[in-house]
């Protein structure tokens, strides 16, 4: 059987983009509500596993055939990563994806907001067996937006179990605000070294197993982190991270949100470059 390649999938563009929608599924209110709590949630089979199939087919496509260039891929030994495959390249299914509206409103709901809900970023993640864990941290201090509510979606591409590297939550710790950054210079600490009272208030989530399809979301403010990969087989993840449409940018330094993506500081960070997921419903 020939292996499927991205040019192969920018050919069924179109014909992936009208049959997507069936393969994605709105979230419950008890996930909501787990989620508002926590500032995290297991959603079981948000993407369809003959979608996730097809990625992952896709995904490791890219990863054997495309030398990393160090902008849009990277090659850091135990990691792979692959920014931008739906938002930029526009390969099916994962351009479908990053615009669907589904996913969109899902968003939208767990920000808690009527606002519009923009798509940030993409990305293929990749731990090989072997090397050191993901250090505790929060997103949010890696964003120049003035206020709360980025997530993530992190898919699994295939069957995963805790002992590949699922991702761990200090659950409720969102409710903490910024923390600040971890790993700053000289300091390899992560941030349950700089702030130990978080392990006291707040319990770590079990480990994680996921299905292909199976999805954990998880807010920019809650404090999660994730084991090295202890198998012989690679973690297959997809990453889709949206962010709120009244966040302001700030005007701090950032590869994606700058003054060349059209921001002004001080302004809604909306623009060409962030595709707009869900609009406000009145």
């Not at 250090?135 to 949010?140: K, L, P, V």
């Not at 591409?157 to 761990?168: A, R, S």
Request: glycine share 8%; with cysteine; aromatic share 8%.
């Amino acid at each position: 059987m020939m292996r499927m390649t991205l040019d192969d999938a920018k050919a069924e563009h179109k014909a992936i983009q009208i049959s997507i929608a069936e393969d994605v599924r709105p979230v419950t209110e008890a996930e909501l509500e787990f989620y508002y709590g926590n500032g995290w949630v297991k959603m079981e089979r948000l993407i369809s596993p003959q979608l996730a199939a097809r990625m992952l087919e896709l995904a490791k496509a890219e990863i054997l055939d495309k030398a990393p260039d160090d902008v849009r891929s990277h090659d850091r030994g135990v990691w792979h990563d692959v920014y931008h495959l739906g938002r930029d390249d526009h390969i099916e299914p994962f351009y479908s994806l990053v615009r669907s509206p589904v996913i969109g409103r899902n968003a939208q709901l767990f920000m808690r907001r009527d606002i519009p809900v923009g798509m940030h970023n993409d990305m293929l993640a990749v731990k090989m067996p072997g090397g050191t864990p993901t250090g505790w941290h929060q997103d949010f201090p890696n964003f120049p937006l003035d206020r709360n509510g980025l997530l993530t979606f992190w898919i699994a591409l295939d069957d995963l179990t805790p002992e590949q590297g699922t991702m761990h939550f200090q659950s409720g710790s969102h409710k903490e605000g910024p923390l600040g950054r971890r790993n700053l210079g000289a300091d390899e600490r992560g941030l349950l070294d700089h702030v130990p009272y978080l392990e006291k208030l707040y319990p770590r989530s079990e480990p994680i197993s996921l299905k292909a399809g199976d999805c954990t979301v998880h807010s920019c403010m809650v404090v999660h982190g994730a084991p090295a990969n202890l198998t012989d087989r690679p973690r297959w993840s997809y990453l889709l991270s949206c962010y709120p449409g009244d966040a302001c940018w700030t005007g701090a330094p950032h590869h994606n949100f700058n003054a060349d993506a059209g921001l002004t500081p001080g302004q809604p960070a909306l623009s060409p470059r962030f595709p707009i997921i869900a609009q406000p419903r009145g």
